[in-house]
């Protein structure tokens, strides 16, 4: 099941539940956070809060008619839109003013949504600018955004700013599920990403099950002072990595798979990430020192900034196979 807008972000329908119930209500919100925070199921919970015939302390009921054409986006006074092709254009924004001055609308009560907002043709903007500085009747705007920065200050400066929560890693692992993922790829990626968008990327890269593979092979050879541990990271790492986001997938793995060791060491077994090592961790690093598997752990984060001097991936990972294998083992 999908999480719900409540669930998600609960803190925010609480609050503008009671903004809803004490009649509090601004004229324009910027609802900004990243893609798979609920920035639509929010303000079109709070359309629902607005008009539902049910509502209870400014909570909608999510059943009645009014909260059912809100949500199939089919409610007179509940215009949403969003970018036509890569911007929103002004004739949008004009559309979206005549739908207002429409007469025979069924109330003065009026909300609209901007998803993307950032898309605004300069041209759009300025048109809404003049609607946000003189709101007619009883109007309550939400403007979108995952990118705030990319919006006019004059714009931005009309609004009050609302961010949406982060997802915690538990509520990222469920969305992924809940949309397909597999319980063992979404703990993994909940792990990686911070957003289901992100995630979703990761996993549809095709060498992602490949690089979790590998990197996993890899280590358990180095665990077992194996030094083809060394030998495959030319011959089996390098070849998964495509692009700058491969070196980054490939790191980060990386880093998760040597915290494992650090977490089975301290007893965190709940925070381990790849489960399935847990047997051969016990077993392979019972001979190393505490201090040994914490500095491991530095090693691969070092080398992770490291890569942004210039040096060569395999040149990186060649010297942190052999870093770490005398970290351990000396
Ligand atoms: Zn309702």
New binding site residues.
């Given amino acids: 099941m999908k999480m719900s807008i409540t669930e998600r972000q609960p803190f925010l329908t609480k609050h503008f539940a009671k903004l809803i119930r004490e009649n509090k209500l601004v004229h324009a919100y910027l609802l900004s956070g990243a893609e798979g925070t609920g920035k639509i199921e929010l303000a079109k919970w709070i359309a ?1 809060g607005i008009f ?4 209870q302390n400014g909570v ?5 008619s ?2 059912n054409r809100i949500e199939n986006n089919n409610h007179p006074d509940v215009v949403a839109i969003m970018p036509d092709g890569l911007s929103i254009k002004v004739e949008q924004i004009r559309y979206l003013k005549s739908e207002f001055n429409k007469s025979g609308v069924e109330s003065d009560r009026k909300v609209f949504i901007i998803q993307d907002a950032q898309k605004m043709s300069i041209g759009a903007a300025n048109s809404l600018l003049k609607f946000l500085e003189e709101p007619s009747g009883n109007i309550t705007a939400f403007l979108l955004t995952s990118e705030p920065q990319k919006l006019l200050p004059t714009i931005i400066s009309r609004c009050q700013e609302v961010e949406m929560q982060q997802l915690t890693s538990g509520q990222l692992e469920q969305e992924l599920i809940s949309e397909g993922i597999s319980e063992k790829n979404s703990h993994i990626l909940a792990n990686l990403a911070q957003s289901v968008v992100e995630a979703k990327k990761i996993n549809d890269n095709e060498n992602f099950n490949k690089i979790l593979a590998t990197v996993n092979n890899w280590y358990r050879k180095l665990l077992r002072k194996d030094l083809l541990s060394f030998v495959m990271i030319q011959s089996k790492i390098i070849g998964l990595i495509q692009n700058k986001e491969d070196q980054n997938l490939v790191l980060q793995v990386i880093i998760l798979t040597v915290r494992d060791t650090v977490l089975e060491r301290f007893g965190l077994t709940e925070e381990i990430v790849f489960k399935e090592n847990i047997d051969f961790i016990q077993q392979n690093t019972a001979q190393i020192a505490n201090s040994k598997l914490v500095n491991g752990l530095n090693l691969v984060v070092e080398s992770n900034r490291k890569l942004a001097s210039n040096i060569s991936m395999q040149n990186m990972l060649e010297t942190l196979t052999l870093n770490l294998l005398d970290c351990y083992f000396k």
């Fill in positions: 629902k539902c015939l049910n509502s909608p009921c999510l059943k009645c009014e909260c």
